[in-house]
DNA sequence: CAATTCGGGGGG
DNA sequence: CCCACCCCCCGAATTG
């Protein structure tokens, strides 16, 4: 069985990159301090190649390394990058945001002023691919004895840690979600620019003298003028709700929703425009030459982007993909996509989480979750149960939904109870965590930490004062509430995607198989046609190995739908 | 004139 | 009827 993170018996040396593509590397022991002198090499790739018994390399920074390393058919097993290990540290300690370079790390250490971080790099369309690997990079390298210092020091606040095992896990998971983003970029996802202009051309029509407005957008705001009587143009809200004005339609926006159902001819075209002029702006012509070359799409993939751990991309709207865009994405001649999409991850990552058994039993089926909710408590109706769901993991304050979810708590009291504790927590001002250590930020204008760092993981009832518990609440901290009361679950979730992820690309490491794509609850493996079978294999053993490695023995069931298709848009 | 905010759409 | 959470990206409007 692949051991995907823990590393019960590793070897790890750590690594800095040199000038010219060198490198200085020291074998680190069991307590993390070196165990031999540190020696420089002349070629970094040749260096890692030649040392195939080392099971992990501890650097600063994969993007500032692992580019290279593909790009020399070097890929590695397992790093630990420090950078980020320092962002996840910082946070759990209560210190989210402050700098997280090493060169930060050391100070704080050695008791020294703290430099800033540098600025993010902002990757500009058009400026693609390997580009990125040579523009100039602030020097934030510390020497390698510094940073095995920072290293060791880590790991000793992982021990301080509620639970050490487990933020173990998430660093190292997230440092395998850093090799992942790098060797995703360097695949690229599979984009047909020919499919992708014949799309365009099939909604929006030509282009006026080639490079103009396209014709189909022309039509519909003609029509929409046509309507009203008057020249409108209909991506200004502004002159819209005036001419809904005039002709006696009060409006506080243009949103599809509040015009949808409106009775007046200019509705239609008026929708229709805005999805399409949606396509043009986002995912048209200038999209298509700024960010697809060769036959591929390689965003810059940002583990850990947002603060529940969920990826964000750098550039190129890659996790916003409209579907009928979808149809661009081919495979090529021989191979498939496999599309696997994770079936109701949240619900069933709350489940695990919270270990409701009635919750628990629910999600130990593959078969669809909300069915087995509604059979057990709305009656059969899955809507109205998957409704109570969803409202119970955003912090739902109005509406049906409600009376739902005081069923739904009636029958998974603990499941409920859970995100209504992490919800109190966020109105109180403390700060809650996912399963695996994940910490959430401040709340905005929280007096600043300091008081030995707000300790809270297992809370007690708070006192309860019994009664109405969001009664004397501002709106701020009930929006707070809702926050935190979604980031346990999201955030788990994510923790839990990311072990996926990382037993995933191991599972595939030995197959031709690549994996070109991730989105949330969501992958694609681009393979031969052959392989197809054994890449949904993988992806089944990868789900159950990163439930039993995140949450222990449980006997919720986190089940896939998998595709095998040779266009995205085909898949489900 | 550059930077920021707003409104509306896309994704999960 | 909308819901409630996390995001990105664009063009226009506004602000410094």
């Known amino acids: 069985m692949p051991d995907v993170t823990l590393g019960t018996v590793t070897e790890r040396w750590a ?18 301090l070196p165990t031999a002198p540190v020696t420089t090499e002349p070629d970094l790739a040749k260096a ?35 950078e980020a290990a320092e962002n996840l540290l910082l946070a759990h300690e209560g210190h989210h945001g402050d700098p997280r370079s090493a060169a930060a790390a050391l100070a704080r250490l050695k008791g020294a002023p703290v430099p800033p971080d540098p600025p993010p790099r902002i990757v500009a369309p058009g400026h693609l691919s390997m580009d990125a690997l040579f ?10 004895t510094d940073l095995v210092d920072v290293y060791a020091e880590q790991q ?21 979600g850093m090799l992942v983003a790098a060797e995703m970029h360097a695949a690229g996802l599979p984009w047909r620019a020919d499919v992708h202009r014949a799309v365009l051309a099939e909604l929006l029509g030509e282009r006026y003298g080639g490079g103009g407005e396209p ?9 929409v003028s046509a309507a009203f009587g008057r020249p409108v143009r209909p991506d200004l809200p502004a002159d819209v709700i005036k001419a809904f004005a005039q002709a006696g339609i009060k409006l506080t926006s243009t949103r599809r929703w509040e015009i949808e159902n409106i009775d007046h001819p200019a509705v239609p075209p008026l929708i229709e425009y805005k999805k399409l002029y949606r396509i043009y702006t986002a995912h048209g012509w200038t999209w298509l030459n700024d960010w697809v070359r060769d036959g591929r799409f390689r965003p810059e993939y940002l583990p850990g982007g947002t603060v529940s751990g969920r990826w964000t991309t750098n550039g190129g709207g890659a996790l916003q993909i409209p579907k009928v865009i979808r149809r661009a994405v081919v495979a ?27 919750f628990m039993e629910v999600s130990g089926q593959a078969a669809d979750l909300y069915q087995a909710v509604s059979d057990r408590a709305f009656a059969g109706d899955r809507g109205q149960a998957k409704l109570a769901v969803l409202g119970a993991i955003y912090g739902q304050t109005s509406g049906d939904g409600l009376k739902n979810l005081a069923l739904l708590r009636r029958r998974f009291p603990q499941a409920v109870a859970y995100v209504d504790e992490a919800a109190r927590a966020g109105e109180e001002g403390r700060l809650v965590r996912t399963w695996l250590g994940r910490t959430c930020p401040p709340a905005a204008g929280a007096a600043e930490p300091e008081e030995a760092g ?7 009832q708070a006192a309860d004062a019994g009664g109405s518990t969001y009664g004397y609440a501002s709106s701020n901290s009930r929006a707070r509430g809702r926050f935190t009361r979604n980031f346990v679950v999201q955030g788990s979730a994510a923790d839990w995607a990311l072990l996926v992820l990382a037993a995933l690309r191991r599972e595939l490491a030995d197959m031709a198989a690549e994996l070109v794509f991730f989105q949330h609850d969501e992958v694609i493996v681009h393979c031969p046609e052959e392989e197809a079978p054994r890449v949904t294999e993988a992806i089944r053993e990868a789900s159950d190995l990163a439930a039993r490695i995140t949450f222990g023995e449980t006997p919720v069931r986190f089940p896939f739908t998998t595709a095998v298709v040779e266009c995205y848009a085909d898949a489900k």
Do not use: F, K, N
């Not at 690594?15 to 993390?32: F, W």
């Not at 709350?350 to 058994?357: G, V």
């Open 332 to 358: 090529d001649p021989g191979w498939r996509l496999v599309v696997a999409d994770a079936d109701q991850m949240e619900p069933r990552v709350l489940a695990a989480i919270s270990r409701d058994p009635a």
């Open 156 to 176: 000793r606040r992982h021990d301080a840690t509620a639970h050490p095992g487990r933020m173990r896990l998430l660093t190292a998971s997230e440092s395998a």
């Open 15 to 32: 690594l800095t990159p040199t000038e010219h593509g060198g490198a200085q590397l020291v074998p680190l022991g069991p307590d993390a």
């Open 48 to 82: 890692i190649r030649s040392r195939p018994e080392v099971t992990r390399w501890v650097w600063r920074d994969t993007h500032a390394v692992y580019p290279h390393l593909l790009a020399a058919g070097v890929p590695v097993d397992r790093c630990y990058d420090i």
């Open 135 to 144: 523009e100039p990079r602030p020097p934030v390298e510390v020497t390698l």
């Open 454 to 460: 707000i300790p809270q993981d297992e809370p007690e």
């Open 215 to 223: 014709r189909r957008l022309a039509e519909l705001a003609d029509e």
